[in-house]
């Protein structure tokens, strides 16, 4: 087995690094739809995760165009980046190599965190908060909706 085996794992981290939530809400979706990850991640299975990892990715995309959002760098936003980016790289990872993809996931997420908030602080200088939020969500979602839907196409009988 390869680095590139691990490739999935390093995209959905660079989702995580502008959308927190987006890694997990595309796995669950893409769970909902019964197409299977190839690691094994028991917690993707339950429920009340599934839909309630939708649900957070939903209010993220809505609470980032808020005057008050805070920085995504700030240690609550960077815990949450951590997190959903290791379990979307565990679970996107072939199966026994969670922990790498995991790994992989984390380290992608949290320096790209700074450059793509560095990237969005420019884009509000010139089209404002609202605008740029709109756009970086259209991006990212459809790269998380990407990712998920490549690492997971191999595994559809």
Same mark, same amino acid.
């Given at each position: 087995m390869t680095n590139?085996?691990?490739?999935?794992?390093a995209l959905i981290g660079a989702v995580a690094?502008?959308?927190? =939530?987006?890694?997990? /809400?595309?796995?669950?979706?893409?769970?909902?739809a019964d197409r299977p990850t190839p690691?094994? *991640?028991? #917690?993707?299975?339950?429920?009340?995760?599934?839909?309630?990892? =939708?649900?957070?990715? /939903?209010?993220?995309l809505l609470g980032d165009k808020m005057k008050s959002a805070p920085d995504?760098? *700030?240690? #609550?936003?960077?815990?949450?980046?951590?997190?959903?980016?290791?379990i979307a790289g565990a679970a996107l990872a072939p199966a026994g190599r969670e922990k790498a993809g995991a790994a992989v996931a984390i380290a992608t997420a949290v320096p790209l965190a700074y450059l793509?908030?560095?990237?969005?602080?420019?884009a509000m200088a010139r089209i404002g908060q609202t605008r740029s939020?709109?756009?970086?969500?259209?991006?990212?979602?459809?790269?998380?909706?990407?990712?998920?839907?490549?690492a997971t196409r191999s595994r559809l009988g």
């Open positions: 590139r085996s691990l490739l999935y794992s690094s502008a959308r927190s =939530m987006t890694p997990m /809400a595309t796995i669950a979706a893409a769970r909902l690691g094994g *991640v028991v #917690l993707l299975d339950r429920p009340l995760f599934k839909y309630g990892a =939708m649900a957070m990715g /939903a209010a993220e995504r760098t *700030v240690f #609550l936003g960077l815990l949450a980046r951590v997190m959903s980016a290791g793509t908030l560095a990237g969005r602080k420019q939020g709109l756009i970086e969500d259209a991006l990212i979602v459809a790269a998380g909706a990407t990712v998920v839907a490549l």
